[in-house]
Every structure is written in structure tokens, then in C-alpha cells.
Nanobody
């Protein structure tokens, strides 16, 4: 499955952005994740939604970010609210048939990334 992420941009601290990830095929059986990578840092887990809609977030985004999926549209979303400068990164969506959540190496398919910049 090929993934296409979009929705990034420049926003002031406290603002919101909504990211979308459209897949080329049926994602119904996939675990879907969002990761991010800031300059000079390793790629890190942000959020994950299983095929059964079980959701996991990294602690720093809990209460601010919301992940969802619409299997009928082969799309996963990441609603980001109350954005902080430390959220600045390239955001990637990913898909896996494995149940692993945190490890990027467990994801077989990746989108191209979308830049999110939060100004202070």
C-alpha cells in the first residue's frame, strides 16, 4: 500500500492543524501510525490506531492530538490542537500488519512526510 500525507504547514503556537494520510489500497487490516522527525533527531512515535480502533499516543501529545481513521476512504487523520514549537517536525504516516506500535522498524509502508512548523 502506498501512503500520501498532507496537511502540514506553518502555524502559531496554540494553533491547530489537521493531517491526512490517504492510502492507495484497503487499510482495513492495517495498524496505522503517525511519526515525526525533527532536524538532528531520530524519528519518534506520535500516535497509533489499530484495525479495531484501539489508540495509543506518546505522552507529550495526549489531550492535544487526536488520531482517527475512515476505512471507507482509506484515510487516517491526525488532528493537532494546542500546538507547541516543540511539535515542529516532518510528520510521517505509516502502516503495518504487525501489532507493534512504537518501533518505526515495524512499519512496512511509509508516506513521504509533511512539514509542520509551529512558531512561538
Amino acid at each position: 500500500v502506498q501512503l500520501q500525507a498532507s496537511g502540514g504547514g506553518l502555524v502559531q503556537a496554540g494553533g491547530s492543524l489537521s493531517l491526512s494520510c490517504v492510502a492507495s489500497g484497503n487499510i482495513r487490516s492495517y495498524y496505522m501510525g503517525w511519526f515525526r522527525q525533527a532536524p538532528g533527531k531520530e524519528r519518534e512515535f506520535v500516535a497509533h490506531i489499530s484495525w479495531s480502533d484501539a489508540i495509543t499516543y506518546r505522552d507529550s501529545v495526549k489531550g492535544r492530538f487526536h488520531i482517527s481513521r475512515d476505512n471507507s476512504k482509506n484515510t487516517v487523520y491526525l488532528q493537532m490542537n494546542s500546538l507547541k514549537p516543540e511539535d515542529t517536525a516532518v510528520y510521517y504516516c505509516a502502516a503495518t500488519l504487525q501489532s507493534a506500535i512504537w518501533n518505526p522498524s515495524s512499519y512496512e509502508h511509509w508516506g513521504q512526510g509533511t512539514q509542520v512548523t509551529v512558531s512561538s
